[in-house]
Structure formats: C-alpha cells, structure tokens
C-alpha cells in the first residue's frame, strides 16, 4: 500500500512533525480494515520511523477500535464538529500533556499517551489527537476528510489554502469524473 507522504527514517523532525503524524494518522486509519493483519499495520509504522514494531493481532485489534474513533474527526462536516469530537477524544483517551526524550535517545517532544511504553492503541490515539488538534488549532477548519467516493471511503489529510478537497487521490477523482461524463452520456443516449 503506498502512503501519501512517508518521511525519510533519518530525519527526526520531519517524521514528528505535526503534519507528517497527521498524515501517518490516516494512514494508519486507512491500514486498519477489518482483513488488516499485523504485518500491513507494521509496515505502515515503519514507513514513518518507528522501529522495533511487533505487533500482535490483539494489538492490531485494539489499533482498529483507536482508528475507528479517529475516522470521526475525519467524517466531520465542519470545525466545530471536528472540535468537539476532538475535545471528547482527549477527555477520554489521552494522558496530561508532558515532553519525552525517551530517556535521552531522541529529541524532547510532546506526548499525551499514558507513558513512554503505552500499548500501541494508546500511543496511536493519543499521537493523533495531538498533531489532529495543532492542524484543526492552526488552520482553523477540520484537518481532513472522508473520500467522495462511494467505493473508497479512505481518509485524507487537508494541506494548505484552497478549495474543499473531495476525495483522497486523483485516482478517485478521475474514477468519479469518468463515471459521472458516462452516466451523462448514457442518459443523453437512452431513447
């Protein structure tokens, strides 16, 4: 599967930065189907950095339940949805604020996951809420979206100024583009 915009493992800031684990958020969500085993789920964590991935079906399992709460922010039509999804999902699921090194073996930066050795769930959740909330905090609109498109139904990252995005790719869109001028053609031609 490939993934919008994995970072390269070797640099530090650019895999932690708030718009790089926001894209790793949907990803992840992305990844975590129903049929996902742990070895689709791993390389996903892996193309954004994280080394030492084993993860076990239970695991995957409890991943899937943190994606599915995350979609919500993703499914939400407007900021102050996507807000007050986000401000149930850190009342419930994340931790106090503070900044980790992880014991000196990488730069300081923020954490709202219980401890530095939280499950994977937890970390994945509480991770996202973050980098969810600076974007939401920053731009001042949701941080992404839902695919428009009824086979699809992946998650997206919104980057930058502009027009609402739609869909998740150009694949999307032009599969929707083609489909739509078809059914528009086929309806010019029926008697």
Known sequence: MP????PTPDDWSTRHSVLTTAQRTA????ALTDDAVPAD???VLRAY????VDLSPYEVTDMRASAALLREVFAAEDTDTAAATLNRLLQAHTGRLRLSSHDG???WHPHLDRADDAPWAEWFLASSCLALTVLLWDRQRPPGGTCASPSCGNV?????SGPSRRYCSRRCATRERVAAHR???AEREAP
Request: no cysteine; hydrophobic share 40%; net charge negative.
């Open 49 to 52: 950095g994280e080394t030492d």
């Open 3 to 6: 993934f919008a915009t994995a």
């Open 41 to 43: 789920v791993a390389a």
């Open 183 to 185: 059914r528009a053609r």
């Open 27 to 30: 990803d992840l969500i992305n």
């Open 156 to 160: 997206y990252v919104t980057q930058g």
């Open 105 to 107: 073996t990488t730069p």
